[in-house]
T-cell receptor, first 116, second 112 residues
Framework: AAGVIQSPRHLIKEKRETATLKCYPI?????VYWYQQGPGQDPQFLIS???????DKGSIPDRFSAQQFSDYHSELNMSSLELGDSALYFC???????????????FGPGTRLTVL | KNQVEQSPQSLIILEGKNCTLQ??????????LRWYKQDTGRGPVSLTI?????NTKSNGRYTATLDADTKQSSLHITASQLSDSASYIC???????????FGTGTRLKVLA
């Protein structure tokens, strides 16, 4: 079965550079979520999109922006990168905002961002 | 404040042994509780899901329990294997907003 695809899997950037992470949800999933997971920490919710519109916002820094495109893939744009942005960035997808008692989010493998 | 706490923080066991991981939550309103397995550097993969009315759910060697009254859950791993070495994350979903509230995870290491 098709899963959530994230690219790139690894990314190394210098401070103050920009980075773009991409997420391709499971086919027919219309909701995408972005999470940031620092070393030894639980995932922190950044932002989510449903039908190409922002559906919820978490602890996403102002330096970051994201959008969902007509084919439902999403991109997380990160500017003025800081050392503290080094983390594993997960994308998850679900169907219909994950409504219902089994509102499951399916996670991608993550993109490991290292800022030097 | 919605919180999910897990214990122990880390655990080392020998291959073939059983272990039990704990999850306590203060999440309201409650929708469901999931246990995820996360291999190092990979995305979390769902093991079990339980709603309010379910108190036991099994998935192979993994058995999860839920006590909605005390707001506690456990994940029991039977006859552990080296491949069970991973972080196990308890995630509680709120009803209405469907937010995922993540626990801090238990890092399990299975030794040969």
């Amino acid at each position: 079965a098709a899963g959530v695809i994230q690219s790139p899997r690894h990314l190394i950037k210098e401070k103050r550079e920009t980075a773009t992470l991409k997420c391709y949800p499971i086919p027919r999933h219309d909701t995408v979520y972005w999470y940031q997971q620092g070393p030894g920490q639980d995932p922190q919710f950044l932002i989510s999109f449903y039908e190409k519109m922002q559906s919820d916002k978490g602890s996403i820094p102002d330096r970051f922006s994201a959008q969902q495109f007509s084919d439902y893939h999403s991109e997380l744009n990160m500017s003025s990168l800081e050392l503290g942005d080094s983390a594993l960035y997960f994308c998850a997808s679900s169907l219909g905002l994950g409504r219902g008692s089994y509102n499951e989010q399916f996670f991608g493998p993550g993109t490991r961002l290292t800022v030097l | 404040k919605n919180q999910v706490e897990q214990s122990p923080q880390s655990l080392i066991i020998l291959e073939g042994k059983n272990c039990t991981l704990q999850c306590n939550y203060t999440v309201s309103p409650f929708s469901n509780l999931r246990w995820y397995k996360q291999d190092t550097g990979r995305g979390p993969v769902s093991l079990t899901i339980m709603t309010f009315s379910e108190n036991t759910k099994s998935n192979g060697r993994y058995t999860a329990t839920l006590d909605a009254d005390t707001k506690q859950s456990s994940l029991h791993i039977t006859a552990s294997q080296l491949s069970d070495s991973a972080s196990y994350i308890c995630v509680v979903t709120t009803s209405g907003t469907y937010k995922y509230i993540f626990g801090t995870g238990t890092r399990l290491k299975v030794l040969a």
